[in-house]
């Protein structure tokens, strides 16, 4: 097969996945369900958290602190958990076996999967930072919406290709629902999104600083408040270094726990 051929092959899987994916292993993603996760969630979940922070005492930075965190947050509802579900939509329809038996390229497929998520995402925290400001009357800084913008899109590409890895992991699993909630829930704890990373014991410090959750956060806190770029443009560099090393582990761990899930028969279980 010549080079062109190959490129052609690529993107053909690519944009065939990213387009039946929503249909098939991502079937639960309904429009009712896009809507929700897009408008309901993170008003819902910026509510529940804002409340909390105002009976803590603090009503003033403390709220618009926890409600920029949770808004950025809600990015994991549809990067982290839908994506990893992926594995669990292909045993359930019995399509895995056929999946990783075929020559299709494996990266185009992994990546065409990730699409439609990374525009649900882009969504979900767009929506949610506009409920911040104008809801919540979160500070936008003059001249804030560029450098917000470039961290919104890199935390939906960072987030996904966590989701992705998770998804590989998940596929010497049983069921990838429980891993998916720990990491749901270990990012509002350990990422920054309610309280300052700082105030967590060192070794959960640690945790935190692994996650890209966490620098994505803060890259858009930082956006918002209109920090200068050479604060700026290293919380960037991390989010993306985030982002490619998600892919990167992720394609290596499907190779790893694609041989194990074959030889242990977990391949089929569900």
């Known amino acids: 097969m010549t080079v062109s051929e190959n490129r052609t092959s690529f993107w053909r899987t690519f944009w065939v996945n990213a387009i039946f994916a929503p249909r098939t292993s991502l079937g639960f993603m309904r429009i009712d369900f896009v809507l929700g996760t897009v408008f309901v969630i993170p008003f819902t979940q910026m509510v529940f958290f804002a409340f909390v ?46 999946l990783l038996v075929s020559p299709a390229n494996r990266l185009a497929l992994y990546f065409g999967r990730g699409l439609i998520p990374i525009l649900v995402s882009l969504g979900t925290v767009a929506v949610g930072l506009t409920y911040a400001v104008v809801i919540f009357h979160a500070t936008l800084a003059p001249g804030a919406l560029a450098p ?6 890199l935390t939906s590409f960072a987030m996904v290709g966590f989701g992705l890895l998770l998804a590989g992991v998940a596929l010497y699993l049983r069921t990838s629902i429980i891993l998916g909630n720990i990491f749901l829930f270990l990012g509002l704890l350990l990422s920054g999104t309610n309280f300052p990373v700082a105030s967590l014991p060192r070794p959960l410090q640690w945790v935190g600083y692994v996650l890209p959750l966490t620098w994505a956060v803060a890259a858009v806190r930082a956006s918002m408040a209109g920090d200068p770029l050479t604060t700026i443009a290293p919380l960037w560099g991390l989010v993306l270094a985030g982002a490619v090393g998600s892919f990167l582990i992720a394609m290596a761990c499907w190779e790893v ?13 569900f």
Do not use: W
Request: glycine share 10%; with cysteine.
């Open 53 to 98: 922070a105002s009976l803590a005492g603090n009503p003033g930075s403390t709220v618009q602190f926890v409600v920029i965190g949770n808004a950025v947050a809600t990015v994991t509802y549809s990067s982290v958990f839908t994506v990893c579900q992926t594995t669990d939509s292909e045993k359930q329809g019995g399509t895995m076996e056929h």
């Open 257 to 269: 726990f694609e041989r194990r899930a074959l030889s242990t028969g977990t391949i089929a279980r």
């Open 148 to 153: 917000l913008a470039i961290s919104v899109v």
